[in-house]
């Protein structure tokens, strides 16, 4: 299997996790990460242990959005035999409590190919703060 | 090469980095990062284009601390040819305008080797954010 073939594998993965926010469908979503993905994701703890853990995130974003959308910008991807990572600017945007939202998040994936399959073994999303003030910036635009 | 000898490399790299922090030494981190690395780092904008942009960044909180410490915590390294992804909590302390401060971070640090050397082609540095008020959590602890 080549490197370009690789890419095209991931890229597709990816595809699929869209695709699958847009739909709120978590099953679909839980195929993409490792059963012991570690993940920094953008609300607390610190980090997340486990694909169940991971997915948990997933389902309180699905029950505050009443309509979802998730774009993936700039994404480069970068693979070395089974190993790979990716990066991107993500933004997830819909209706929240009758108001429509939407903020840029920067997002690195970590995969690992097994058994021929890739899957996600880490990933890490967040946006920057204001030093100044302490605040989350949830309004950046790329 | 073999595989552990590639993450000795790297864990290598990261106690020179860790090093180079607490020595506030710009020019021994500079040669750890890729000329062309893209880093999501702890303050705006979403990405810092560049190893000069990084370096800024690193400038900007030597200037910051009169004293400063670096640790590092839970590092794990996985390495596929000549790519690596690396994950660790890190903890930044020190002083402040006279005063003692400290934050842990999540970090992942992608590597690439070129010419028989690793080097940082990206890096992700986050604190968490609190949704409902919008603050960046600042005083998580691993």
């Known amino acids: 299997m080549t490197t370009a073939h690789d890419e095209d594998a991931i890229r597709q993965l990816i ?31 610190l980090r997340h242990v486990g694909a169940e853990a991971k997915a948990a995130n997933w389902a309180r974003v699905f029950a505050a959005y009443t309509q979802l ?3 993936v910008r700039d994404l ?12 991107s600017l993500n933004r997830l945007s819909g209706t929240v409590a009758g108001r429509q939202t939407g903020t840029w998040v920067r997002w690195t ?34």
């Open 15 to 45: 595809g699929t996790l869209a695709d699958a926010v847009r739909a709120k469908d978590l099953d679909g979503m839980a195929r993409i990460f490792a059963p012991d993905i570690v993940s920094y994701d953008v609300e607390p703890p």
């Open 69 to 71: 959308d998730y774009e």
């Open 76 to 87: 480069t991807i970068t693979v070395g035999g089974d190993v790979a990572f990716v990066r």
């Open 109 to 142: 994936g970590c995969f690992r190919k097994t058994d021929g399959s890739w899957l996600i073994a880490h990933d890490h999303v967040s946006v920057p703060l204001d030093m100044a003030s302490g605040k989350a910036l949830l309004d950046l635009e790329p």
